[in-house]
């Protein structure tokens, strides 16, 4: 059964966001670093969102979380409001970039770097005027 | 989140507590500019820190590049193994000294 609770979209709501995710995550069986992985996917993705989507285009709006756990994975998708924006469109960083000096390198890119590195299977879709970040964990069988 | 300096000798301790995200990252990092303005040998120490997003990792750059910048040093301390996980995965590990105890973060920098 799918879940769903919204968030204020301001950055005071992350704190709020990575309690429920983990609480999720602690639901669906997740073990202590995968559940790690998801707080931080999702408070990346939630922090782009309200930065980005909501404050900089001067936007008030919330943030929805809903999430499913089924027999084999922890499925949360985040929906906003705000313009189209499709995470994986940027450039990310590479394995160049990535082991390049602190002083050279550029820093942008790394949220969505680690959004993607952390969780089994991260996608993007835009529908009846919503962005939907969709996070996939796999639960491990026993 | 809470951040508290101290200083021992010539070095500037800052000890971070709480999550470091979007919300309290600008806090940390006004906390390192002041450490860094009174020393360039710095511990900063995670212990009590159990989250951090790459806004986190924003503010461990700047330290890197400003502690260079003046010939200093700095020394990470008690880094949890998910936050090393990061570290490790965005390729931030190799530029700093991560220690387990404050103490031994002095100690490191005392050496020389």
């Known amino acids: 059964m799918m879940e769903s609770k919204s968030f204020p979209g301001n950055v005071d709501s992350l704190d709020s966001l990575r309690e429920y995710v983990g609480e999720r995550a602690q639901q669906a069986g997740l073990a202590k670093k995968p559940t790690y992985a998801l707080k931080l996917a999702v408070d990346e993705i939630a922090t782009n969102i309200i930065l980005y989507g909501y404050q900089e285009a001067g936007l008030e709006a919330d943030f929805t979380v809903l999430s499913e756990i089924t027999e084999q994975a922890l499925i949360v998708i985040l929906e906003d409001i705000a313009a189209p924006f499709d995470p994986l469109a940027r450039e990310l960083p590479d394995s160049g970039d990535l082991t390049k000096s602190l002083e050279d390198r550029e820093i942008g890119g790394l949220g969505i770097y680690l959004t993607i590195n952390g969780v089994d299977e991260f996608s993007y879709e835009y529908l009846n005027g919503k962005n939907r970040n969709k996070f996939v964990m796999k639960i491990a069988s026993t | ?112």
């Not at chain 2, 800052?14 to 309290?24: L, N, Q």
């Not at chain 2, 003046?70 to 936050?83: N, T």
Request: charged content about 30%.
């Open chain 2, 1 to 112: 989140m809470k951040v508290t300096i101290t200083d021992q000798d010539e070095i500037t301790v800052v000890e971070v507590s709480g999550d470091i995200d979007s919300k309290t990252a600008p806090e940390f990092e006004r906390n390192a500019k002041v450490a860094m303005d009174k020393s360039k040998h710095i511990v900063i120490d995670l212990t009590d820190v159990g989250f951090m997003s790459s806004a986190g990792l924003r503010v461990l750059l700047m330290v890197y590049r400003n502690i260079r910048s003046q010939e200093g040093k700095v020394v990470l301390v008690g880094v949890s193994e998910e936050i090393q996980d990061v570290m490790s995965t965005t390729g931030f590990i190799n530029f700093f000294t991560i220690v387990e105890k404050p103490e031994d973060g002095v100690a490191f920098l005392k050496q020389d």
